[in-house]
């Protein structure tokens, strides 16, 4: 038995938090959530992929996708050139065009948030890096605790953890609960504030659309500022229907306990046209509140610089080629 | 959700649409349409003739109320000659090996997805509903049935009819103005396929697709007299069923329209099939899942304005999860877009006429008057053309007007019922018997419903879903014959015993 959600300081989850006071009544509670049909959930994310975005529209929704991308670099290769030249790309992702907005956030791993901190020194965009033993989390809860404050440390802005999916599939959901917990605590600076807390559920792992509102709602509870849909390490990252499921999820969990949460979906989002079908969704399912970079992130590497092709289309009427784009 | 904390829940607010990511305008191109002509004659014979009398109707665009053709009242005169071209083509057409047959259909049914978009956009203008509808709905689903029902056209000898089942001669098809092309397919491929020819009649409010269809039939050098179209009012309909030389007669349409039909060909040797009004439950119990269950009800009676005799216009939802449900319904209405038909992003299109807006206002009137609780979301509507917003009425009960009558239009009633025998009894208690819906994620409770409702169609966790291999039809007043599956051949052969 464990009384930590309730207990804890800034407990969120509003009348939910009693639901974590057991493995029992957590499991209860999420498997008592509705059913998601898998047909008819794909179905409305394909219908919402049919919005015919033009003009004026798209202008506006390219700049909005810009400045909602986690810019992220999350290789073994990553140096620290690398990562300079990915902060120089987010600061003015397009050097013929001033007005093109910045990025949301550069992602990298923990030990480049020196460096991309350092890079970024002076703007508002964020450093978010990746934790826990990312992407498996397969390493006990000292070392991942302490990948977690050794990121903070550094000065990260945002955490992305990955929850143990090896416990949540197993039915341990207490255990994902209380990792979550854990990791929200070592989120904290000294000064008291703390570092956003973004849950990856890797949905690909998860598999069942039943799986994945179970996850959003047991990160939600637990805390988590943002929920995420992946990795971008596995053959299955965000999707139209995964995400359609967790904008549901957080709307849902607002209209219950007032509480506002993000989603963030990463990985294999690479071109314009996938970029808006994702802002339908968020704009039909979500609506205003939603539609800016404190509540909604593409985690993306090559999406920017088809975005900005097709700015550069828009602005000018001719379609320059991937040569009139910078490569970073 | 499975708790919900009252005191800390926001009141619903419906995800606007048209806030800070607003829509550009992305219309089709009207032009796509192709050429319209001033005005139409009859397609008889192969060819395009003058009416033998001298009226002429109008069809007009029902968003903007703009005449776009006028085209011939049929008269008994023009009737009969059609049947006459019909009955002269039968002797080759019939004797022709289905896989002959087949070829035509085949080439129509390409020729139909090549023309698509142009088909699309016609049927957007005349019809009114949403270009979104016709391009990704309509027109696959008409070239489906097609390619469907030239598959059977050599394989009638294994259909379960015993060995050689014959064609029956000319048939009649009167067909109403919801679906204009794809009624005209459900009825057109499988006469064709079993060997029969066919005289058309399409709505006098939505000719304009059939009348181009014809040109299809000629691209795809389809033998004269095979299809002939001939266009007109109820009178030019009844003038068709009546004539004595029609084998066959098969309605789409309106109950009483359709008891009329049953009368006039009542003592002759005519093969009749109905396919007529509807009442269905869509039935949601506390177990569906939630979000789809939401979608399932718009697309139930929201799709093509509810001009739909399937259409899910009577919601039944277990009473444990009403609040919840009504919540996530009007947030989702309140996100339906309603406009212009040819804006690819327009969710719900016009009206299809003036008198069919009106009986939908009359009847949405009788909901107030009876006590009903009418909802609707906030949307701005264009000035011309005929529109209603998509309503619901909640605290209607199984005595209202609107719980009883076809209303054909976006307006959906909600009653409620509180346990499964009671949602069945609900359900069945209608003089109609078309279609269905179940929602509940518990395969069991599908099945033990299913097996009790009286309906031709049932859904389980989706709605007005179609597909060319599916038998449809319906059960009381809602007509009988099946249209569409191994089913769909029946209606256009003899399978009695007959030939020795």
């Known amino acids: ?328 | 959700m499975a708790k919900t904390d009252k005191k800390t829940a926001q009141p619903v607010q419906p995800a606007k649409a048209s806030g800070l990511f607003e829509y550009a305008p992305a219309p089709e191109s009207p032009a796509a349409a192709g050429e319209i002509a001033t005005s139409y004659g009859h397609f008889i014979g192969g060819r395009f003739v003058d009416s033998s009398g001298s009226e002429a109707l109008k069809t007009v665009n029902p968003a903007t109320e703009q005449v776009l053709a006028e085209f011939a009242q049929g008269t008994e005169e023009d009737v009969d000659r059609a049947v006459k071209a019909a009955r002269k083509a039968f002797a080759d057409w019939s004797s022709l090996p289905g896989s002959e047959r087949a070829k035509y259909l085949f080439r129509i049914a390409r020729i139909v997805q090549e023309r698509s978009r142009e088909l699309a956009v016609l049927e957007s203008i005349d019809n009114g509903k949403p270009i979104r509808e016709t391009r990704d709905v309509d027109l696959p689903l008409v070239a489906a049935h097609f390619f469907y029902y030239a598959g059977w056209a050599d394989k009638l000898d294994f259909a379960g009819f015993g060995p050689n089942p014959r064609p029956l001669g000319v048939a009649a098809q009167v067909i109403p103005w919801n679906f204009p092309l794809l009624m005209l397919a459900w009825k057109v491929a499988p006469a064709l396929a079993t060997g029969n020819t066919v005289v058309l009649k399409p709505a006098e409010t939505t000719p304009l697709t059939a009348l181009r269809f014809a040109d299809i039939c000629r691209q795809a050098g389809l033998p004269d007299g095979v299809v002939n179209i001939v266009t007109g009012d109820g009178r030019t309909g009844a003038a068709l069923t009546a004539h004595p030389d029609v084998n066959k007669v098969a309605f789409t349409g309106s109950t009483p329209v359709g008891r009329a039909i049953a009368k006039q060909i009542a003592g002759t040797r005519k093969k009749l099939s109905l396919e007529l009004g509807g009442k269905a439950a869509n039935i949601v119990f506390d177990d569906a899942p939630l979000d789809q269950a939401v979608e399932g009800i718009v697309n139930g009676i929201f799709f093509n304005q509810g001009h739909v005799c399937c259409a899910g216009s009577r919601l039944l939802v277990q009473e444990s999860i009403q609040d919840e449900l009504l919540d996530a319904l009007k947030r989702r209405m309140g996100t339906l877009r309603v406009g212009d038909p040819l804006d690819k992003n327009t969710d719900i299109g016009a009206i299809n006429s003036a008198a069919q807006l009106a009986r939908i206002t009359e009847l949405a009137a009788a909901g107030e008057q009876e006590g009903a609780e009418r909802w609707a979301p906030e949307c701005e509507l264009p000035g011309a053309g005929y529109w209603f917003r998509p309503t619901l009425f909640t605290g209607v009960s199984q005595a209202h007007r609107i719980a009883r009558e076809e209303i054909f239009g976006p307006v959906l009633s909600v009653l409620t019922f509180r346990t499964p025998a009671e949602a069945v009894e609900k359900a069945n208690n209608t003089p109609f018997g078309l279609s269905a819906g179940i929602w509940t994620e518990k395969g069991s409770r599908i099945l033990w419903t299913a097996n009790r409702l009286r309906a031709g169609v049932v859904w389980a966790n989706t709605f007005n879903k179609f597909d060319p291999t599916s038998p449809f039809g319906g059960y009381k007043e809602s007509g009988y014959g099946r249209e569409g599956g191994r089913h769909g051949l029946e209606p256009y052969l003899n399978v009695e015993a007959l030939d020795v």
């Not at chain 1, 909604?296 to 092709?309: I, K, V």
Request: glycine share 8%; with cysteine.
């Open chain 1, 1 to 328: 038995m464990s009384t930590l959600a309730a207990n804890a300081p800034g407990a969120t989850g509003g009348g939910l938090a009693d639901v974590a006071a057991s493995e029992a009544t957590l499991r209860r509670f999420l498997h008592g959530l509705p059913g998601v049909d898998q047909v008819g959930l794909e179905s409305r994310a394909a219908t919402l992929g049919t919005r015919s975005i033009k003009t004026t529209a798209k202008a506006f929704a390219i700049d909005l996708a810009i400045s909602m991308i986690d810019l992220t670099t999350l290789e073994g290769a990553d140096t620290v050139g690398k990562v300079r030249s990915l902060c120089a790309k987010g600061l003015s992702p397009d050097p013929t065009d001033r007005t093109a907005p910045h990025v949301a956030a550069i992602c990298v791993y923990p030990d480049m948030v020196a460096t991309a901190k350092d890079a970024l020194r002076g703007s508002d965009i964020q450093v978010a890096s990746v934790a826990t033993a990312f992407p498996s989390g397969r390493a006990g809860m000292p070392v991942k605790l302490a990948d977690t404050a050794e990121a903070v440390a550094a000065g990260a802005d945002e955490i992305d953890m990955v929850i143990d999916r090896g416990a949540f599939l197993s039915g341990r959901y207490l255990e994902v609960f209380e990792e979550i917990r854990a990791v929200k605590e070592a989120c904290r600076r000294a000064d008291g504030s703390s570092a956003h807390l973004k849950v990856i559920f890797e949905t690909g792992e998860l598999q069942t659309y039943d799986n994945v509102r179970r996850a959003s709602w047991l990160a939600m509870i637990a805390g988590a500022d943002f929920i995420k849909t992946s990795t971008g390490k596995v053959a299955v990252n965000a999707t139209p229907p995964v995400t359609l499921l967790m904008l549901e999820a957080v709307r849902d969990f607002r209209a219950a306990t007032g509480t506002q949460v993000g989603v963030k979906p990463a990985g294999g989002i690479r071109t314009t046209k996938d970029a808006m079908k994702y802002l339908v969704m968020v704009n039909e399912t979500l609506g205003d509140d939603w539609l800016s970079p404190h509540w909604f992130r593409f985690g993306a590497s090559s999406l920017l610089n088809d975005l900005l092709m097709q700015r550069q289309k828009l602005r000018t009427g001719r379609y320059s080629g991937p040569d009139y784009v910078t490569v970073d």
